[in-house]
């Protein structure tokens, strides 16, 4: 709440909930509201909510009004039926609840738990609907009503049709369209119903601008009002003068309105308690869009016969004609019309009497600028003098000299109003002219402190004095706000304090105290987003500058906060990078970031010490270099995005000579605001050299084994053999029977022999080719087969004689591993061996019918699964197994030759 000064009470401050400032009908409700608290010097500040057309996720639209409202700041506040959302009278009554126990007032709506004033739309509605089918004949009517949840509007829209019907004029459901209060969607609406391409007569429509922006669409087709089509609106606002053709309406006292519901409230605050229900009446103004002429039209009832001025008073007998039409007029100025009116009066009766038209002229023009100049319409200008023109041509011989002095006042309101708008332009332009300038310097505008320093510039040349720019905390209306720009009577004062939510401005550091304000709360968004919001005194007769001057802030600050974020990003990525670098650089292993297609972009320095020949990286060097294949990168990747395995040992060939084996591993990252991939390379060429030196020692064991076999035990077996048939021999004179049984043991011995003698050649295995590994796979085929009597088939594809005989040594343990699997543990009955050779690769592939097993289930690995691993492994190639349980297993190894490297390397 404000606080008070020195030996002075401070003035209320009271609020009013609207949706916009600039729409015609809020501005005249605003306009009366304004005048009241202005005359007795109470602050006024408008709230401009915008329309909430659905619940946010996290707050209903009752609550969102209510953070809007600051509450603590007022001491009463007055509610528009079109606030927040369209006249939703349940939301209407809720937020009241909330708002409990600030005094309130409704406008146009009605609920039992605040006091309120509203329009009777039944007798202005009523008498629109006669005059269209009683007056015109009118038969066919269709409608541009309002949203569903509008109650004030709807209302109107029932009356109409219950007169219809009392009418007996039939009504087309399908002539209905409903839409925006607003002009584009009176457009939008029109072109809809125009679409169908049902006939009709009258488009009635909920309100003024609906029926002008229809007018428009109707222009644009080609259809021409009143000739082809009437339409009527209403309101009676001023759009509906300005029209072409004037627009039929309704007209709503809607000044009065505004007046009331501020004196209701103050009745509230008081503590005198308003009336619960005010109601004011509607009528009708005709104009020409309903197809009604100017000169058809008839203001005031005719005089009758003025039989004699002697026994009463001419000017006093036309006041009693002129008080309907003064009393129609704002309370505002209304004693200032009376006074006038009078004089002009009594200037006339003299101009009657004496033929002296100088004062008569002199007064009307003096009447003329006070309602010209107070943002009246011309059709009020004639209708002032309708009674005069009336009163002469009823007269049986009108005196001449009464008939100049009129013809000049008509003219004089066509020439007062073309100077109103000529001055009107003239300001218009200047004020343009500096939104325009402030419009370009913003554009150039990326700070916010460069804004306000803008914003304090030019904001004094437009008539603003007082100008507050708010931003809530981090960007949530819930949130306490910063004040970022102060400005009161053209002086910046300081921004280094927060508000409260509730809170509007603490008074002691803004504004002068001795002057009422009238100051407007406008949100600041973009999107759906809302960041802040701004005061500022803009006088309601230039909207435009609310709307533009509110999209220029929103603009700037919203470029300033995304600037502010690039820069914060941008700060942050390089930070990343930076730290990334160091990162790397910290780390012994090799690593490089390339782009998509392999380019090195950043290379650590273990990368430029081990795999270059000086520590310097050449510009758009490729990464498959440092590869035998120089299409091996994009093959792992498309490969790796299959199996998602992106880790493999592979040998590496340095820029500095020799051949390395590493284990490769890359991901993806975004570096340099791109794409890429880091590679990094583990060196295990001394894991490598122990491997191959296990496997060397491995293979002179087994050929030391192989040796003994064949130089100890087969001989040895050979001399058995021979004793055992010189045995037999011996026996055969002897006991035939022991002869033979002799006979048997030297054969046994001999085949022990032939299986000690394969077993040794198995072990000593040397140098052997693709033809000869081929070979050795048959003769091992056949001998599972008649050993274990199970069908084991062989087939191979050699065709090139490749003589890497580590390589074909490992695949032939494989194979024979796998089929020794199969036999144990797979209990198969049928096994399949392939293998083949090319130029480039080989492969070796066993398949079986046995038992199998579930990969999935991480069933413990076997000694003989791990070895055969191992060996592809060794190879650089890949073992690949296949199995599901009772489905057989099948296990396959390809290597490639070009990418293999021998042991003895």
Not at 153 to 174: I, S
Not at 506 to 524: G, T
Not at 581 to 586: F, L, M, S, V
Not at 863 to 890: C, D, P, T
Request: charged residues 25%.
């Amino acid at each position: 709440m404000m606080t008070t000064t020195k030996n002075k009470k401070r003035p209320l401050t009271v609020g009013i909930l609207i949706d916009w400032i600039t729409s015609d009908y809020n501005k005249k409700i605003l306009s009366g509201i304004k005048s009241f608290f202005h005359e007795r010097e109470i602050n006024l500040l408008c709230l401009e909510s915008g329309l909430f057309q659905e619940e946010s996720i996290y707050d209903s639209i009752e609550k969102q009004l209510f953070d809007f409202i600051p509450y603590k700041s007022l001491e009463g506040l007055i509610l528009l039926a079109n606030a927040g959302i369209y006249g939703n009278l349940d939301v209407m009554s809720r937020l009241a609840e909330l708002l409990r126990p600030l005094p309130m007032v409704g406008v146009n709506f009605s609920i039992p738990s605040i006091p309120c004033v509203w329009v009777d739309n039944h007798p202005g509605v009523r008498e629109l609907a006669y005059h269209l089918i009683v007056d015109h004949g009118y038969r066919r009517f269709a409608f541009l009503n309002g949203p569903p949840g509008f109650d004030e509007v709807q209302g109107r829209y029932k009356v109409f049709r219950e007169t219809m019907e009392e009418l007996h004029v039939p009504f087309d459901p399908n002539l209905v369209v409903e839409g925006k209060l607003l002009t584009s969607g009176g457009s939008e609406a029109c072109a809809r119903l125009l679409d169908k391409g049902l006939p009709f007569e009258v488009l009635v429509c909920a309100n003024d601008e609906m029926a002008i922006g229809a007018q428009k669409e109707c222009e644009a087709r080609g259809i021409h009002v009143p000739w082809d089509l009437a339409i009527v609106g209403y309101d009676n606002t001023d759009v509906a003068i300005s029209a072409t053709p004037p627009l039929t309406t309704v007209n709503q006292p809607l000044e009065r309105l505004g007046m009331t519901s501020a004196e209701m409230l103050i009745a509230e605050i008081r503590g005198k308690g308003a009336a619960p229900q005010v109601q004011l009446s509607t009528r009708l103004t005709v104009r020409e869009s309903c197809g009604c002429s100017l000169k058809d039209k008839k203001p005031v009832a005719l005089f009758p016969e003025f039989q004699s001025h002697e026994s009463r008073a001419l000017s006093e007998c036309l006041w009693l004609r002129y008080l309907p039409i003064i009393d129609s007029s704002p309370d505002s100025i209304q004693e200032r019309i009376r006074s006038s009116v009078r004089n002009w009066l009594e200037s006339f009766s003299l101009l009657f009497h004496t033929g002296e038209s100088r004062d008569f002229l002199s007064q009307w023009h003096q009447l003329l600028y006070l309602v010209l100049w107070n943002q009246f319409d011309v059709d009020f200008c004639h209708l002032l003098l309708a009674p005069l023109k009336e009163f002469v041509m009823s007269r049986k011989e009108p005196p001449l000299k009464l008939f100049q002095p009129l013809i000049d006042a008509e003219s004089l309101i066509t020439k007062k109003a073309l100077q109103r708008v000529q001055y009107s332009d003239l300001l218009e332009q200047e004020e343009q002219s500096e939104i325009y300038t402030i419009r370009e310097q913003l554009l150039d505008t990326n700070s916010l402190s460069d804004m306000v320093l803008v914003l304090t510039e030019h904001l004094p040349r437009i008539n603003i004095e007082h100008f507050f720019l708010c931003l809530y905390k981090g960007f949530e209306p819930q949130q306490e706000s910063r004040i970022l720009m102060s400005m009161s009577n053209k002086v910046l004062n300081s921004s280094d304090f927060y508000l409260a939510p509730e809170q509007m401005l603490p008074e002691q550091e803004v504004m002068d105290l001795e002057k009422p304000f009238f100051l407007i709360k406008q949100v600041l968004n973009f999107g759906g987003e809302v960041f802040g919001f701004l005061l500022s005194d803009c006088p309601l007769s230039k909207k435009y500058i609310f709307n533009e001057l509110r999209r220029l802030i929103c603009r700037t600050i919203e470029n300033s906060i995304l600037n502010n974020d690039i820069r914060e990003k941008t700060r942050i990525l390089e930070n990343n990078e930076k730290n990334l670098k160091a990162i790397t650089d910290a780390t012994p292993l090799p690593l490089a970031i390339t782009d998509m297609d392999f380019r090195i972009l950043y290379a650590n320095r273990s990368f430029l010490q081990n795999l270059l020949e000086q520590e310097t990286l050449e510009k758009g060097l490729d990464l498959n270099c440092f590869f035998q294949d120089q299409d091996f990168l994009s093959r792992w990747v498309m490969d790796c995005q299959l199996d998602d395995s992106r880790t493999l040992e592979i040998p590496v060939r340095p820029k500095k000579g020799g051949v390395f084996w590493a284990i490769t591993s890359y991901e993806t990252l975004v570096f340099e605001e791109r794409d890429c991939y880091i590679f990094s390379f583990y060196d295990i060429s001394e894991r490598r050299e122990l491997e191959k030196e296990v496997l060397e020692i491995s293979s002179r064991e087994q050929r030391r084994i192989a040796q003994e076999l064949h130089d100890d035990i087969c001989q040895d077996l050979s001399g058995l053999s021979a004793l055992s048939e010189s045995l037999a021999i011996k026996l055969k004179s002897i006991d035939q029977g022991l002869s033979n049984r002799a006979s048997s043991v030297a054969d046994l011995i001999n085949q022990t022999n032939q299986k000690t003698q394969s077993l040794s050649r198995d072990l000593f295995l040397t140098e052997i080719d693709a033809y000869e590994l081929s070979r050795m796979l048959e003769v091992f085929s056949q001998r599972v087969q008649e050993l274990f009597h199970v069908n084991c088939r062989f087939t191979s594809d050699v065709s090139h004689k490749s003589k890497d005989s580590d390589v074909l040594y490992h695949l032939y343990r494989i194979a024979q591993e796998s089929a020794s699997n199969a036999l144990r543990h797979g209990k198969a009955r049928n096994i399949s061996i392939s293998f083949f050779s090319s130029e480039d690769k080989v492969g070796l592939r066993v398949k079986d019918d046995g038992l199998g097993f579930d990969l999935t289930e991480g069933t413990r690995q076997g000694l003989g699964l791990r070895s055969m691993k191992y060996r592809a492994k060794l190879l650089g190639g890949k073992l690949l197994i296949k199995s599901a349980k009772n489905q057989g297993v099948e296990i396959s190894c390809e290597v490639s030759l070009t990418s293999s490297v021998k042991h003895s390397c």
